[in-house]
């Protein structure tokens, strides 16, 4: 049984920063591609950032990209979001997802096989 744990999530200021981890337990052997995702209230998921199983590629949704940074720990499967520059719309919850079956980098949320309960983020202006 696979598991997402994720951690780090909380309430800052905007311009603060935050770290989200999230790491996979349970069936652990081989890679995952990993992503992260975040649900704001009635609002669609959408999607954030990603990184392929390798750690070597990432992919950033252009609302996030240069404040937000993913990585991925490929000994542990634990992928991070450094998240900085906060703004009061990134306020949302967070998920994290992980796919065991495809190496490249994976932005469409059908595509993933696991994902986390999710990690509140506020961000107040």
């Known amino acids: 049984q696979v598991q997402l744990v994720e951690s780090g999530g909380g309430l800052v200021q905007a311009g603060g920063s935050l770290r989200l981890s999230c790491e996979v337990s349970?069936?652990?052997?081989?890679?995952?591609?990993m992503g992260w995702f975040r649900q704001a209230p009635g609002k669609e998921r959408e999607f954030v950032a990603a990184?392929?199983?390798?750690?070597?590629?990432?992919h950033y949704s252009d609302s996030v990209k240069g404040r937000f940074t993913i990585s991925k720990d490929i000994d542990k499967n634990e992928v991070s979001l450094q998240m900085n520059s906060l703004k009061p719309e990134d306020t949302a919850v967070y998920y994290c997802?992980?796919?065991?079956?495809?190496?490249?980098?994976?932005?469409?949320?059908?595509?993933?096989?696991?994902w986390g309960q999710g990690t509140q983020v506020t961000v107040s202006s």
């Open positions: 997802a992980a796919d065991p079956y495809k190496t490249y980098v994976v932005f469409q949320a059908r595509e993933y096989t696991y």
């Open positions: 990184v392929s199983w390798s750690g070597a590629s990432t």
């Open positions: 349970g069936r652990t052997t081989g890679s995952y591609a």
